[in-house]
């Protein structure tokens, strides 16, 4: 199909329409839409969530394919994509060196998109430096490919990973220097990464420097993380993670929503150790302090859901028979050690309390992989299938990890999942915790930033510019 344009006897593309089964009007007013942006001849600089790589792999493809969507939209309107995603976390903030590995390369990425899309991407190469600060500057060598790309002899642009440039992350020179470079290539700015919630460089400040829209993805992500906020009752959430600090604000506001709430992993071994006085491998006793505060509340209102039978391993290194066992809370006495807890047995899912929860629940939220993969699988494979026996509840997934073990361990079930009006996957657990956190979707500082970039629509955008032509010189 042409693009939209004078010449070709069609309308032009503002205002255009998407029928998704989504009523534009079910979303804030204030928040520009892809729908709304004059595309036609335009380079599109578009974020997204491609985060699906671990050692030069795709592991779970999902959050690729939904924003294929949004790529289709420009093209189709005549826009011509230059697309940007992180990968990993090649950052170190301890350090505060940056770490380029093929590993972390989009390079996967682009190889799927060639594939499924058979239209050619270009990456260009920066200069590296060798202090550790990773790519500088987007030097001026891209333009040659912008002609390329405006004259149609490729079909888009993919920027390294947003997190080998030295500007994403920081919050001085280099990231007002990398904002202006990446102004610099396009003309129209669209967001579709709601998994990218940390306002950087890429998700946040360039939306200062362009007309910028919020994509196809986001906005259907938007739309379902009401259903978080505003649940049919019982709701019910599932948590899991590696580390309890960081998810202590969530838990907190995560708490005082749900009516009920069960832990998994490390975040539920905490638990465990600050009420009954244990002490677990792996376990922080910072954390443990910090967990004693949920203890306390969960006292008197009785919201966790907590799972009896656990797995407990002598190492993290191998599933060894005789090397691990099932342990269970009922027998935990105040300074008993345990080694590594790595899984939830499945016996836990198939007794009350946690079967009746799960069973009369009418909204359900997961972010959570309950044992230590790929060797302890069998409590996340046996939470999902007690899930998806609740047919009558509203079934939310979200986070990288979750889907993707999800995927593997019940491959049918996930693909049902993708079409079924009882699930909806989303494509950024942690940014539906912190919407959680924060109460409001549009709350979230990405978002913010369109809105605010809508509100300011006719300042002069050419203003901010330090380019010529709107381009790289």
């Not at 239209?119 to 920066?126: H, L």
């Not at 979707?441 to 978002?447: A, D, F, K, N």
Request: a negative charge.
């Amino acid at each position: 199909m042409a693009p939209y344009s004078p010449e070709n006897g069609m309308t032009m593309n503002v205002g255009y329409s998407v029928d998704d089964g989504r009523d534009p009007a079910d979303l804030d007013p204030r928040l520009p839409l892809l729908q709304d942006a004059d595309l036609y001849d335009k380079v599109v600089l578009l974020r997204v969530d491609h985060n699906v790589v671990k050692k030069g792999k795709i592991l779970d493809q999902y959050r690729i394919d939904v924003t294929l969507a949004t790529m289709y939209n420009i093209v189709e309107r005549g826009g011509r994509p230059i697309i940007m995603t992180h990968i990993g976390r090649p950052y170190d903030k301890k350090s505060k060196k940056i770490t380029i590995k093929k590993d972390d390369s989009v390079d996967a990425v682009v190889a799927y998109l060639q594939h499924k899309l058979r239209i050619r991407f270009v990456v260009p190469q920066f200069y590296v430096g060798n202090d550790d600060h990773g790519i500088h500057d987007i030097d001026t060598s891209i333009n040659w490919l912008i002609q390329d790309l405006r004259s149609r002899k490729i079909g888009g642009i993919y920027l390294p990973n947003t997190r080998w440039f030295a500007g994403e992350e920081d919050k001085a020179e280099n990231l007002q220097r990398f904002v202006v470079q990446l102004a610099g290539l396009a003309d129209v700015y669209v967001n579709d990464a709601f998994g990218s919630w940390q306002p950087h460089a890429s998700t946040y400040h360039i939306a200062k420097y362009l007309p910028s829209y919020a994509g196809l993805c986001l906005q259907d992500e938007l739309y379902h993380v009401k259903s978080v906020l505003q649940p049919t009752r019982p709701f019910v959430a599932i948590v899991a993670g590696a580390k309890y600090d960081t998810k202590i604000g969530p838990l907190t506001e995560i708490y005082k929503k749900v009516d009920h709430l069960i832990l998994g992993g490390v975040i539920y071994n905490t638990y465990l150790c600050a009420k009954y006085g244990v002490k677990i491998k792996g376990v922080q006793e910072s954390d443990i302090e910090l967990a004693r505060g949920l203890v306390e509340q969960d006292r008197t209102e009785r919201k966790i859901v907590e799972l009896p039978f656990l797995v407990e391993s002598d190492t993290l290194e191998e599933r060894e028979e005789g090397r691990y066992r099932t342990i269970n809370i009922e027998d935990f006495a105040a300074g008993t050690e345990y080694n590594y807890v790595v899984d939830i047995d499945p016996l836990s899912f198939e007794v009350d309390p946690c079967k009746g929860v799960l069973s009369s629940a009418k909204t359900i939220f997961v972010n959570a992989v309950m044992g230590l993969m790929p060797l302890f699988w069998h409590g996340t494979s046996k939470m999902d299938a007690v899930i998806d026996q609740n047919i009558s509840a509203q079934k939310f997934l979200g986070g990288g990890d979750t889907l993707q073990e999800f995927k593997s361990l019940h491959p049918k079930l996930y693909h049902e999942a993708l079409h079924s009006p009882k699930y909806y996957l989303f494509t950024g657990g942690g940014t539906v915790l912190k919407v959680i956190e924060e109460g409001d979707p549009y709350g979230l500082e990405i978002v913010k930033a369109l809105i605010e970039n809508k509100a300011s629509s006719q300042h002069d955008y050419k203003n901010h510019h330090h380019y010529s032509n709107g381009h790289a010189c």
